[in-house]
């Protein structure tokens, strides 16, 4: 089911049932179950690749330390350009993907990242395609 709505957020339950090879009231017996237990938590719109193809679109890795991370995520998810956000382990702490319509607004977008108190290095690679998003 859960892949049925990765396909198709607003696909019918009669369609997941018919798919799923039971009984409608089984389907939305198990969505139901799926929401309220919390697995479920919203549904989302994805962005057609003819609107996303204007979109300048990069990666920005963050190095910072421990104690810097809850002001940085903080400062993070406050950028309209943000779409995803990571703490991650390796050589990088963070990772972001962020979204603008030109590349100058990307590079002082990374710019004004860089200069977040706790930020001690970036590294930044553009997006030239995406394959598969889910």
Known sequence: MIALLRENGRMAVSEMARRLHVSRTAAQVRLEKLERTGVITGYGVRLSLSFTKREIR????????????????????????????????????????????????????????????????TQSSIILSTKVER
């Not at 190095?63 to 990088?92: D, H, N």
Request: hydrophobic share 55%; charged share 20%; proline share 3%.
């Open 58 to 121: 990069a990666l920005v890795m963050i190095k910072s330390p421990a104690s810097s991370r809850a002001s940085i995520e903080a400062r993070l998810i406050k950028i309209p350009q943000l779409t995803s956000l990571f703490f991650i382990s390796g050589v990088f702490d963070i990772a972001v993907v962020i979204a603008t319509q030109s590349v100058e607004d990307l590079d002082i977008l990374i710019d004004k990242i860089g200069m977040f108190d706790g930020v001690k290095d």
